[in-house]
């Protein structure tokens, strides 16, 4: 046997083990790996970094996390290490770790006009958590151009303002903050590059309105942006009157979990924080400040104040909206809304004494619910767990390990200024639950799981036990 034909059978047998043994999880996964290690080679090299600028390789790993999980959390001040070409490689990675690899790279397929093989769109289902293969090219095409659309729109918006403003001296100053503010809320990435994240706009509210509206946009999800759009074309379509348009199912659970998050976040800060830190503000800046928080602690981690100077009972309720994050197949992580919203409507009909589920005129499936009950229950004790563990090796207040640990899980970058001060064992920790954030708990718990499990093809006898 030549060297060519044994070489082309063990390629052929390496991609047979592989696909037989390797399930899409684990290769999504495994990209994700793959990226955050080149993240980290490309921050080593001096073309990206200030000169003389030195950093620990545990630093540099924690960062090379924090961007491709989107978080926001870094151990160093970033315009210290970074050069301007830096900070336009944060926000590729940005792009990549926000709307996934599996996107990024299908869309670059697309554009090729590249052949997309069956492989790839079960990986492109996995990457964007489809429950079907039909019309995800046709979901990743539409939602990266739309998502894409926005981020330039409000980079120019924002650099047209900043100049008109005169936050910046010259344009080219204004075009780079500009983009980098739009791509940044877009993706809620919340890094910091200048030091002082947004708390000059802190008195600007159309500012802080426009931020919200981008944030809104990267956590609503993708297959929210696409339904969305199919119901703006349907408005201006000629079949309007014969064939009545119908929101999905996950569109509108999102949604609505989406609202009554928001709008309960920003009655409970507003109510606690009206008489503390919003003080001095006017009725309407007390309003905007309450909205702006309530909107970027679910992801984007943007802030106008010092964290400290809010209340330890506001500080809880941040936490808990880090933690809950935002919708599934959008750019954030935390246990997302339609678990919390599952498990919510999950709780409502026990109370009722209902044996299912039922919502917008359709039934939750059983799976969905089982899902979301593990998931939330795995990510509590695992968050619970992070918690006491840091106390045990970390100097700091309890309510501060807390933000910490919210804020990597729910990806969101929050925090109460102990990033840089934790220990090794402390940022590993937190570069692990970034991670988990990330990808999310139900593909962590899958990963580990066999391509192929066996059904056994009988159950057991049923049997009561006391409960409560």
Not at 339 to 361: D, P, R
Request: glycine share 8%.
């Amino acid at each position: 046997m030549n060297f060519g034909r044994f070489t082309r059978l063990a390629l052929r047998r390496g991609r047979a083990f592989f696909s037989k043994n390797i399930s899409s999880i684990q290769v999504i996964v495994s990209y994700y790996v793959l990226m955050t290690i080149l993240a980290l080679g490309l921050f080593y090299l001096p073309i990206f970094r200030q000169p003389d600028a030195q950093v620990p390789f545990i630093d540099m790993f924690f960062m090379a996390v924090s961007t491709i999980s989107v978080t926001g959390l870094t151990t160093f001040p970033i315009d210290e290490i970074f050069n301007e070409r830096g900070f336009l490689l944060l926000e590729i990675l940005f792009q990549v770790g926000g709307l996934g690899i599996m996107m990024i790279s299908t869309f670059f397929f697309i554009v090729s006009r590249r052949k997309i093989s069956l492989k790839q769109r079960q990986l492109i289902m996995t990457d964007m958590n489809q429950p079907r293969l039909s019309g995800v090219v046709r979901l990743i095409r539409t939602t990266f151009t739309i998502i894409l659309l926005f981020q330039l729109i409000g980079g120019l918006v924002f650099t047209l303002y900043f100049k008109q403003m005169n936050y910046h001296d010259t344009w080219s100053e204004a075009l780079f903050y500009g983009l980098y503010q739009a791509i940044s809320a877009v993706t809620n990435s919340g890094f910091d590059v200048t030091g002082e994240s947004i708390l000059p706009f802190a008195n600007d509210y159309l500012f802080l309105i426009s931020i919200m509206l981008l944030i809104f946009v990267g956590g609503i999800g993708f297959p929210a942006i696409m339904d969305f759009r199919e119901w703006i074309i349907f408005q201006f379509s000629k079949k309007k009157r014969q064939i009545p348009f119908r929101f999905t199912l996950f569109t509108k659970i999102a949604f609505l979990a989406f609202v009554i998050l928001f709008i309960g976040g920003t009655l409970t800060i507003f109510f606690l924080e009206k008489d503390h830190l919003f003080k001095d503000m006017t009725p309407v800046g007390q309003w905007i400040n309450s909205m702006f928080y309530s909107m970027t602690t679910r992801n984007a981690g943007l802030q106008i104040h010092d964290l400290s100077e809010f209340q330890v009972t506001t500080l809880i309720i941040f936490s808990f909206l880090m933690f809950i994050g935002c919708s599934p197949s959008s750019v954030g992580g935390g246990v997302r809304t339609t678990t919390v919203a599952i498990i919510g409507l999950y709780l409502f009909s026990f109370l009722k004494s209902e044996s299912h589920i039922s919502l917008f005129g359709r039934k939750i499936d059983e799976g969905d619910i089982r899902k979301s009950v593990v998931i939330f229950m795995l990510s509590l004790l695992m968050c619970f767990s992070c918690v006491i563990f840091l106390t045990a090796t970390e100097d700091f207040s309890l309510i501060a390990i807390i933000v910490e640990v919210a804020s990597a899980f729910g990806t969101t970058g929050l925090s109460l200024g102990i990033t840089a001060e934790l220990s090794i064992v402390g940022k590993l920790v937190i570069a692990l639950l970034m991670f988990i954030g990330r990808i999310g708990m139900l593909y962590t718990l899958l990963l580990f799981v066999p391509k192929e499990t066996r059904d056994l093809g009988y159950e057991y006898p049923t049997e009561k036990i006391i409960i409560g």
